[in-house]
């Protein structure tokens, strides 16, 4: 049986690391509300653009304009991945739906540009062979709009120089705690129904942000005039739609991280607590063991001088 | 008689500027400064690069700097996406 001593030990290492994935789980939780509510903020620029893309889709200049258009070239993939591990299977999950999608796609790796936001989806990518134009590390849960504009901005610059053809990103979609959904959506050729899609899913299924407000749910005029062509109104708007796809993309993948790291804790507190507890009780037991052994010995000992 | 007002929101991706009641609101549109006030006719512009003006009600006014931005207005209700 093992020394007292060395129990002493595990039991004290075992506490310790409780601490620390407990203080982690407190962390991550208050990032994750934040990121949440961030996530929500900008929901109403999303469903207002959303809206003026819908009510101009029936005009034909709409159908004509080139970021609307399907054409040959290579695909750009956005990965939104963490920085950092210790979140459970959520990089992962993102990745192998980013690989699915390119098989599904029948691209070839030459076919692939990659833009990889966050550490470690860069890096698996780049480690198989695939070309990682641009990567961003660390960014901030506060994610500015400027760095999002640096990806929509490029993605923008290839196709226009008909270097790229359609745009895909992979992140992870927050759908409450305990549930993360990896996704894969098309963001160029821009396709309305898509993006309506994507402005729905940016609630949260359950929670404090999940009621849908009551001002969210306006009608529509059917009579509205355009100033002063739809083109230029497209011109500006389409390249915004592109950003709110992208930064509610990492937003959503921000609040998945956290809250995935957040329960991955949880887990690894639990189990060191248990841990803990049952080297404590071995701990008793090979205590009293000895104690016992030493009284018997004492007694016989006691005995023998008799 | 008090003032008419339409609710007016100005929001970046991730950030809104401004949500609140306002009189009037001078933007500078593509084709030329313009104001809206309230129950304008639905309509959408594109703007150029300019500040816009806000008047509250009360007399007011507030300034929002602006370099690409889309004016919406229908139903009451306008929204300036920067």
Known sequence: ?306 | MSEKTFHLIISSVGETHFDGEAVSATVPGSEGELTVLAHHEPFVTALRTGSIVVRLPGGETKKFPNSNGILEFSGNKAVVLL
């Open chain 1, 1 to 306: 049986m093992a020394s007292l001593k060395s129990l002493k030990v595990k039991i004290y290492s075992y506490k310790k690391t409780g601490t620390v994935t407990k203080a982690m789980q407190a962390v991550s939780a208050v990032k994750m509300r934040k990121a949440q509510e961030r996530a929500l903020s900008g929901r109403a620029y999303a469903a207002t653009s959303l809206s003026i893309l819908q009510r101009l889709s029936g005009t034909s200049d709409v159908k004509r304009h080139a970021l609307l258009q399907t054409r040959t070239g290579k695909t750009c993939l956005v990965i939104v991945t963490s920085d950092k591990g210790l979140a459970g299977s959520l990089n992962s999950a993102v990745i192998r739906k980013a690989e699915a999608e390119i098989l599904r796609l029948n691209l070839k790796k030459e076919d692939v540009i990659i833009i990889g936001v966050g550490r470690r989806g860069a890096e698996y990518f780049a480690s198989r062979g695939y070309d990682v134009k641009l990567k961003f590390e660390n960014i901030a849960d506060g994610v500015s709009e400027d760095e999002m504009r640096m990806v929509t901005d490029k993605v923008l610059n290839w196709h226009e120089e008909g270097e790229v053809s359609a745009c895909i990103v992979a992140y992870t979609n927050f759908i409450s705690t305990f549930e993360q959904e990896p996704v894969v959506r098309q963001i160029v050729p821009i396709d309305p129904e898509m993006f309506a899609l994507m402005v729905a899913r940016i609630r949260p299924a359950k929670g404090k942000y999940s009621p849908v407000p009551a001002d969210e749910k306006a009608v529509a005029p059917s009579v509205y005039t355009i100033e002063p062509d739809a083109d230029s109104v497209l011109r500006v708007l389409l390249p915004k739609l592109l950003n709110i796809a992208v930064f509610h993309a990492h937003i959503e993948s921000k609040a998945s991280e956290h809250s995935a790291r957040m329960v991955a804790m949880k887990s690894a507190t639990d189990k060191a607590n248990e841990m803990a507890s049952s080297f404590t009780r071995t701990f008793n037991k090979v205590r009293q063991a000895a104690i016992t052994r030493e009284v018997s010995e004492i007694t016989s000992g006691m005995e023998a001088m008799k």
